[in-house]
């Protein structure tokens, strides 16, 4: 029988729970995402939990779990998510400390009359629970895609100019900045509207995953709790 190798990376909770970043797979031709999820539930049956959550990307586009894989295909399972540049749009991944000075001169021409500019901030508690700091982690190449995907999307629905967006990784301290959002507009209530939609769909939609880390445990924001495997552990 004909065989493809794909090759399968694994980000956040996945790559806890795995022990691992990725692992190449020797699949029969006709193979799709959906097998493949199912052998991964098959080692790890928490993985049941996410169930019509989870999300497939393939070569760093969405698919669905139909999709059949090619050889030499890259296939990510997306965990729930927490939450590049184009000349009109500016997106970076960082682990350095965010400067609101860097996205408002990215953004803002003298053809603007408005920048907006979002910061979040991390907080100290979750849902009544201490947090002693947040894990942010991404998986950037296909990060960048959907950011420009997603101002695009933005400048047509309102009439606005660039956007820029910059996300932290690794550890971040209470009342550290996470992420920022700048939108220029000629008009304030354009830039308001799309900088709220860029962000909302940032969160939503950008492959980045956050974990609180509580007093008294942690998780990663919008997966079931489990306790993952050590670090180097295999399958």
Known sequence: MERVSVRLK??????????ETERELDLPVGSRVADVWARLVAERPVLGNLEGVVRFAVNREYVPADHELKAGDELVFVPPVSGGEDGQTMFEITEQPLDPRELISAVQTEADGAVVLFIGVVR???????????????Y???AEAKVAEIAAEARRRWAVGKVAVKHRVGRLEIGEASVMVAVAAPHRAEAFEACRYVMDRVKTDAPIWKKEVFVDGEVWVGAPQFQPAPEGEGR
Do not use: H, I, W
């Open 140 to 142: 950037p190449e296909m």
């Open 10 to 19: 694994f980000f956040a909770l996945f790559r806890e729970l795995f022990g």
């Open 124 to 138: 100290n508690n979750s849902e009544g629970r201490p947090t002693r700091y947040l894990v942010y982690e991404a």
